[in-house]
T-cell receptor
Framework: DAEITQSPRHKITETGRQVTLACHQT?????MFWYRQDLGHGLRLIHY???????NKGEVSDGYSVSRSNTEDLPLTLESAASSQTSVYFC??????????FGPGTRLTVL | GENVEQHPSTLSVQEGDSAVIKCTYS??????FPWYKQELGKRPQLIID?????GEKKDQRIAVTLNKTAKHFSLHITETQPEDSAVYFC??????????FGKGNQVVVIP
């Protein structure tokens, strides 16, 4: 069955380290999104992509980057992890009918 | 940009009663309005959505109503059950397949 997966599911890292979170979908969706979820803030958009080689900044993009080298994957990189980036990260994908489907999430702790 | 607000932030209902959550949005160009359910530790799951060309949509015990003039839409859950306890997020389309999310409502169904 087609699905969307994220890895790792849990990650603990230290301040200043580079961290990459993986997102993989097998629906062949063009659109992929990264959100972070924090108490009191709901889901906030970090970066998104409409297709291969396309990336766009969301509302909270500082300190994050993404790349899209194929349709299936949109890895999220934290260039130099900060404690403020401790959060739960969700990847989502959609086709052109807009409905977004979420991955299982990655809980990241930055010490 | 789009501003999506949800009320109330927490709602407690007796099992078997109905629950209603209301969302307001600011961008009159929004034309797609989904609702997501998120159980503790799980991913947000799309449970129902509505597009601007209809005023109401039902799926078993859940329904969504849309008032485009007033810029609000509501989630209705009838005959609530303990498994309906979760956080519910509403969203509104921003254009270009993006969504703006509300901050979520905690629904607690009391057995």
């Amino acid at each position: 069955d087609a699905e969307i997966t994220q890895s790792p599911r849990h990650k603990i890292t230290e301040t200043g380290r580079q961290v990459t979170l993986a997102c993989h979908q097998t629906w062949n969706h063009n659109n992929m999104f990264w959100y972070r979820q924090d108490l009191g803030h709901g889901l906030r958009l970090i970066h998104y992509s409409y297709g291969v080689q396309d990336t766009n900044k969301g509302e909270v993009s500082d300190g994050y980057s993404v790349s899209r080298s194929n349709t299936e994957d949109l890895p999220l990189t934290l260039e130099s992890a900060a404690s403020s980036q401790t959060s739960v990260y969700f990847c989502a994908s959609s086709n052109d009918r807009i409905e977004q489907f979420f991955g299982p999430g990655t809980r990241l702790t930055v010490l | 940009g789009e501003n999506v607000e949800q009320h109330p932030s927490t709602l407690s209902v007796q099992e078997g009663d109905s629950a209603v959550i209301k969302c307001t949005y600011s961008d009159s160009a929004s034309n797609y309005f989904p609702w997501y359910k998120q159980e503790l530790g799980k991913r947000p799951q799309l449970i129902i959505d509505i597009r601007s060309n209809v005023g109401e949509k039902k799926d078993q015990r859940i329904a969504v109503t849309l008032n485009k003039t007033a810029k609000h839409f509501s989630l209705h859950i009838t005959e609530t059950q303990p498994e309906d306890s979760a956080v519910y997020f509403c969203a509104a389309s921003l254009g270009n397949n993006r969504l703006a999310f509300g901050k979520g409502n905690q629904v607690v169904v009391i057995p």
